[in-house]
């Protein structure tokens, strides 16, 4: 069974900056593609970004182009979503999904595992 733990979440100010982290158990980690999503309240869940088994492939949605970065460390069974001039519209609780292919996708279909969620609050 696959387990992921997000972490880094918080209260921060407009044009602040955060790191999540996502931890994932098994061995098979860097087998697979992982994601980030987001939910905001009363919204859909949102593609925030994606990244290939080898890093080599990433994707962004249109809203945090230019200020996310999504990274990974194999060795550290952890994915990384580095999110830089924070938005009051970024507030969402993030959750880390493990892709069922090593490939990276913005498809929501794609993702398998999902962790419990991080809250990101961002005030104006």
């Known amino acids: 069974q696959v387990q992921l733990v997000e972490s880094g979440g918080g209260l921060v100010q407009a044009g602040d900056s955060l790191r999540l982290s996502c931890a994932a158990s098994?061995?098979?980690?860097?087998?697979?593609?992982m994601g980030w999503f987001r939910q905001a309240p009363g919204k859909e869940r949102e593609f925030v970004a994606a990244?290939?088994?080898?890093?080599?492939?990433?994707y962004y949605g249109d809203s945090v182009k230019g200020r996310f970065t999504i990274s990974r460390d194999n060795t550290k069974n952890t994915v990384y979503l580095q999110m830089n001039s924070l938005k009051p519209e970024d507030t969402a609780v993030y959750y880390c999904?493990?892709?069922?292919?090593?490939?990276?996708?913005?498809?929501?279909?794609?993702?398998?595992?999902w962790g419990q969620g991080t809250q990101v609050t961002v005030s104006s």
């Open positions: 990244i290939s088994w080898s890093g080599g492939t990433r």
């Open positions: 999904a493990r892709d069922e292919d090593s490939s990276a996708s913005v498809s929501f279909n794609r993702y398998r595992y």
């Open positions: 098994g061995r098979t980690f860097s087998s697979y593609a």
